[in-house]
Nanobody, 126 residues
C-alpha cells in the first residue's frame, strides 16, 4: 500500500509563490510516475503537471506552463510543485498521484494513477 502525504498548501495573494510537497511511503518511489491534479468545486480533477519516474520528462497543462515547475527527489521519496505567479484561478484542492505511467499520452489521464494523496487546499486572493 502506497500512501501519499501532501503539504504546503495555504493562502496566498495573486503574484505570490507556494511550493507543494508530496511524500510517498514506499520503497519503490523511483519506479512511479508522479503527477499533480487539481479540483475546482463541483468539477472533475484536472491535470496540472506530471514527471516521469526518472525525472527526465515533465508535462504541464497550458494554463500553468511557465509558472509551475514539477520536480522530484527520489532519495527523499518526494515530488514537488513549485507554483509561481499565482492567480486567483489557481484556487483549488491540489492532489498528488502516483502510477506506472510510461506512455506520453497517458500522463494526463486520472485513471492511469493508482495512488492519490488526500489533497491540499490552495487559495489565491486577488
Amino acid at each position: 500500500q502506497v500512501q501519499l502525504v501532501e503539504s504546503g498548501g495555504g493562502l496566498a495573494q495573486a503574484g505570490d509563490s507556494l511550493r507543494l510537497s508530496c511524500t510517498a511511503t514506499v520503497s519503490t518511489f523511483s519506479s512511479y510516475a508522479m503527477a499533480w491534479f487539481r479540483q475546482f468545486p463541483g468539477q472533475e480533477r484536472d491535470f496540472v503537471a506530471a514527471i516521469s519516474w526518472s525525472g527526465g520528462s515533465t508535462y504541464y497543462t497550458d494554463s500553468v506552463n511557465g509558472r509551475f515547475t514539477i520536480s522530484r527527489d527520489n532519495a527523499k521519496n518526494t515530488v514537488y510543485l513549485q507554483m509561481n505567479t499565482l492567480k486567483p484561478e489557481d484556487t483549488a484542492v491540489y492532489y498528488c498521484a502516483a502510477g506506472f505511467v510510461f506512455d506520453r499520452g497517458s500522463y494526463y489521464d486520472t485513471s492511469k494513477y493508482r495512488y492519490w494523496g488526500q489533497g491540499t487546499q490552495v487559495t489565491v486572493s486577488s
